[in-house]
């Protein structure tokens, strides 16, 4: 092999072992800074619970106990049998591996769209998504959030494939690739599975079965009447339910008629971030203040709901997606800092929001300040998730945040999934170009 061509291949293996090595590093330091203590209560309870002991009736000074579903506990199982060291290393190397899968899936694209290097930008957007709380108190306390917010996006890739092919499907000639044929065989069913996204759903039928909140998803996909996602998720995740229920019947009744319904229990706790637990902080109130939660609640649901759909309209599924994830930490009676990590895709949005815009100011009339103000937005948020709010603003920072974006996180349209496949190949031609790599234009992402 000539040197010329050796070169650039051991910079990129030694970019991507420093990268790995600093992944490594900060996984060593999280641990060692939040202590798994989260992980710490489940993990003691699911292995009490393998020994023939309630799984939720397990308390420590401190704690009011494990509330993690049947679902989860059983996937936790395995792990319990391990030191506690080793589990929360197993846990947040799956939680970094699959933060780095979604940034490829998020920033990629976007990096393609402006002839930027992808490899390039995914290390930069992984390493600073690292450095943000979020994802440091994911790894540090043991939880499965990055894991949740890998397997959603996972689904949006699988719409983007779906737009795509049946886009596609409207233009190209002969049998489109998502058209069954009975000479095929199972590599080539597993092949146009892949290509046509037809796993859309999986990933967020799994996200609810373990972790509640991403139910929120599966409405969105209803709404916007993407019914074989929606479908596809919801016996996903009734699948999951059910097999916990046949494993575990005790536990699973146990979580459904007592630990859920109390999921409120620790509102007021400075931690939570949702709506709840700004209203409960400022009314002095152990519980939630329903009188005042629920009308805000139902208006902030609403709003979300309806700027996803608008979203999801432009053609932009990540932006409608990211405004689910927000709703749903608004909304939520409890939301800690580490299930917040859909601050970042909103980050990239913004970011990729002001690209666009400086880009559209040249022609025909100059405006260099175009884009400024959702540069300087996104820059805001992710320092305020990066040195930790409360410090600066008080312990209601992030839930304003959190509220304020999901009011003005503008749409991008022409993004991916390229477009809404009723729209006629006319009306493709209309979207905006954005300039691409060597002069060459494109409207999706």
């Known amino acids: 092999m000539p040197a010329a061509m050796q070169q650039p291949r051991t910079r990129r293996s030694l970019v991507v072992t420093l990268a790995c090595l600093g992944a ?14 989260a992980l710490a209560v489940d993990h003691a309870a699911v292995r009490g619970w ?56 998020l920033v990629g694209p976007v990096a393609r ?49 779906s737009a795509w092919a049946r886009r596609r499907a409207t233009w190209w000639p002969g049998r489109p690739a998502s058209q069954p044929s009975y000479r095929r065989g199972p590599v080539d069913l597993l092949r146009r599975v892949w290509h046509t996204g037809g796993w859309a759903g999986v990933g967020v039928g799994v996200a609810t079965a373990l972790a509640v909140g991403p139910v929120l998803f599966v409405a969105y996909l209803a709404i916007t009447r993407q019914w074989r996602a929606a479908v596809t998720a919801l016996t996903t995740a009734a699948t999951l339910v059910l097999g916990a229920l046949l494993v575990a019947p005790s536990a699973t009744a146990v979580w459904f008629g ?21 209203l409960a902080r400022l009314y002095d109130a152990a519980g939630i203040p329903l009188l005042v939660w629920l009308p805000f609640a139902g208006l902030l649901l609403a709003v979300g709901m309806i700027r996803a759909r608008a979203a999801h309209a432009d053609g932009d599924e990540i932006t409608a997606f990211t405004l ?14 580490h299930e917040l990590v859909w601050l970042l895709p909103a ?40 040195v930790s709010p409360r410090w600066m603003l008080g312990w209601n920072a992030y839930a304003f945040v959190v509220i304020v974006l999901l009011n003005v996180l ?18 493709i031609r209309r979207q905006p170009a954005i300039p691409g790599p060597r002069g060459r234009t494109t409207t999706g992402s």
Not at 70 to 88: H, M, R, W
């Open 113 to 161: 769209r402006y002839g930027k290097s992808r490899r390039t930008a995914v290390l930069i957007a992984w390493g600073l998504a690292l450095l943000a709380e979020p994802v440091r108190a994911t790894l540090g306390l043991g939880h499965l959030d990055l894991v949740v917010f890998g397997l959603i996006v996972a689904d949006v890739v699988a719409l983007r494939r």
């Open 50 to 105: 393998l020994t023939g002991d309630d799984l939720y009736a397990y308390r420590t000074a401190g704690h009011l106990g494990t509330d993690t579903p049947p679902a989860t506990a059983i996937l936790l199982a395995p792990l319990a049998v391990l030191p506690l060291a080793v589990a929360g290393w197993l846990i947040a190397l799956a939680g970094v591996a699959a933060l780095l899968l979604a940034t490829i899936a």
């Open 324 to 337: 689910i994830g927000l709703t749903g930490a608004a909304v939520c009676p409890v939301s800690r800092v």
């Open 410 to 427: 503008a749409g991008r349209p022409g993004a991916a999934p390229a477009l809404p496949v009723t729209r006629r190949p006319a009306q």
């Open 347 to 386: 980050v990239l949005i913004m970011v990729d929001t002001a690209a666009r815009r400086r880009i559209a100011a040249r022609r025909p009339r100059p405006r260099p300040l175009a884009g400024v103000d959702y540069a300087a937005a996104a820059t805001l948020v992710y320092l305020l998730c990066a």
């Open 24 to 37: 490594i590093f900060a996984i060593a330091v999280f641990l060692q800074l939040y202590g798994l203590s």
């Open 258 to 278: 007592t630990v859920l319904p109390q999921i409120d229990r620790s509102v007021d706790d400075p931690g939570n971030q949702s709506l709840a637990g700004v």
